[in-house]
């Protein structure tokens, strides 16, 4: 009985396996970004819809690129299977949330707790996991990578960075004017692309973490003193109005069926 295309083992191009990564995460596991992008409406028209199609292509170039510098027989598989997995994740929840993926959005992930977190679990997760993540490592685990003297894999595997970094240009170059006006207008886009953006994120915070201050810290404000009070005078009212503190949804005074508003009739401005 002979297995389904998606199960035959084969013999494979660590590079070739590069680029149909590249081709699926590029296009497949950045659904959010081009439906983000098609309801723009300067892209609304042709134009606007040819430059989505030469973006796809630069984000591809960009994946095919980088993962290149990776096409190393012991290496390859096990990252293509995280960034699948991560890419699929990430797909979901910024197509689901409306969210991106920066640095401080990676701090939330990290400070989330286990409650919080069960409240993100769904079918539709598990559904963008199975298509977008295990489907493609099922393919892949069953390649078998072609091996070849390092010497030649490096010469190749340059080859291939280099030609995909000319193919960006290439094609950035032909759109130049949309993709300026474009990324300088919507600057979210740029954390939309997944899953550079969740990589890019946690290389900036570990280069936070790991910076260190330059010279010893400075005293300010040593000469600050209190303001003298008239006698009966009451003391300054400070209202902090903090809204990443709570949801709409939780506010009492829009039906929410616990008394989390109970004061607010006391309030004066």
Known sequence: MRLPF??????????????LAAL?????????????????????????????????GIVVAL???????????????????????????????????????????????VQTDVRESGDLLSLRL??????????????L??????NGPWGRRLGANLLSFVAGVLLMLVLALSSFADLAATMRNHKSLRYMINPVNAIYSLGALAAQAGAKPIGPPEVIGADAS?????????????????GETARAANFSLYGYGRPTTRNWPSCRY
């Open 226 to 242: 209190l303001l003298p009070r008239p006698a009966g005078a009451k003391p300054p009212l400070l209202m902090l109005v903090v």
């Open 126 to 139: 598990l559904f963008s996991l199975l298509l977008l993540g295990v489907l493609p490592m099922v393919w």
């Open 63 to 109: 994946l095919g690129s980088l993962l290149s510098l990776l096409a190393w027989s012991r290496l390859l598989k096990p990252v293509l299977m995280m960034l699948f997995l991560m890419a699929a994740a990430l797909a979901h929840f910024m197509g689901s949330y409306g969210i991106v993926i920066d640095p401080t959005m990676i701090v939330n992930v």
């Open 141 to 146: 685990w069953r390649r078998t990578l072609v």
């Open 24 to 56: 699926w995460l590029g296009l497949l596991s950045n659904w959010p970004l081009w439906q983000r992008m098609a309801s723009l409406p300067e892209l609304d028209n042709g134009r606007g819809q040819l430059f989505v199609l030469v973006f796809s």
């Open 6 to 19: 998606l199960l035959k083992p084969s013999l494979q191009s660590p590079l070739t396996l590069v680029w």
